[in-house]
T-cell receptor, first 115, second 111 residues
């Protein structure tokens, strides 16, 4: 069956531009997570949703970052006024039930490069 | 805040040799998960450990959770080239609601 999909897979933007990264979780998965992964590092938590409700956004670096999941399915991570330090792999993951103690299925990621 | 450290950062073994990676948390964990990421790929769930002192096996892979629930290990017996990748541990704090990942151990296997 279909796994977690993310789009675009690669995004190159100029400093100061806004970007929107999309995540399409596995159908029926209740929880959705956003992570940022730097080269040579593990995924770093950004935020997560149960259904459409954002449960924890403590990992968002600053107020330029926001996320939404309005209908409890597809989610968008938006970065406003991008900076070079925002360059990274952004990964989305989903899990079937609304507990962190469950297997997370990761998507292929969006590689963001800010020039 | 909670921190998860993994050692070694990198290990290069001859095919057939054993491999172990260790994970240590700064705080007591309610559970720990292990993921494998192939080069150019995304993290794939391997296993979850919940109980103090728990040991689980998956073919040539053995996972342990420490008695104090602050450390864990993954041991691979007789490595194969298909074992190549980065192995991450991810811990959930006792009162936490998010996984904290270690930096990973990169495994390279020479045939």
């Amino acid at each position: 069956g279909a796994g977690v999909s993310q789009s675009p897979r690669y995004k190159v933007t100029k400093r100061g531009q806004d970007v929107a990264l999309r995540c399409d979780p596995i159908s029926g998965h209740v929880s959705l997570y956003w992570y940022r992964q730097a080269l040579g590092q593990g995924p770093e938590f950004l935020t997560y949703f149960n259904y459409e409700a954002q449960q924890d956004k403590s990992g968002l670096p600053n107020d330029r970052f926001s996320a939404e999941r309005p209908e409890g399915s597809i989610s968008t991570l938006t970065i406003q006024r991008t900076e070079q330090r925002d360059s990274a792999m952004y990964r989305c993951a989903s899990s079937l039930v609304p507990l962190v103690r469950n297997e997370q299925f990761f998507g292929p990621g969006t590689r963001l490069t800010v020039l | 805040g909670q921190q998860v450290m993994q050692i070694p950062q990198y290990q290069h073994v001859q095919e057939g040799e054993d491999f172990t990676t260790y994970c240590n948390s700064s705080t007591t964990l309610s559970n720990i998960q292990w993921y494998k990421q192939r080069p150019g790929g995304h993290p794939v769930f391997l296993i979850q450990l919940v109980k103090s002192g728990e040991v689980k096996k998956q073919k040539r892979l053995t996972f342990q959770f420490g008695e104090a629930k602050k450390n864990s290990s993954l041991h691979i017996t007789a490595t194969q080239t298909t074992d190549v990748g980065t192995y991450f541990c991810a811990g959930l704090g006792e009162y936490g609601n998010k996984l904290v990942f270690g930096a990973g151990t990169i495994l390279r296997v020479k045939s």
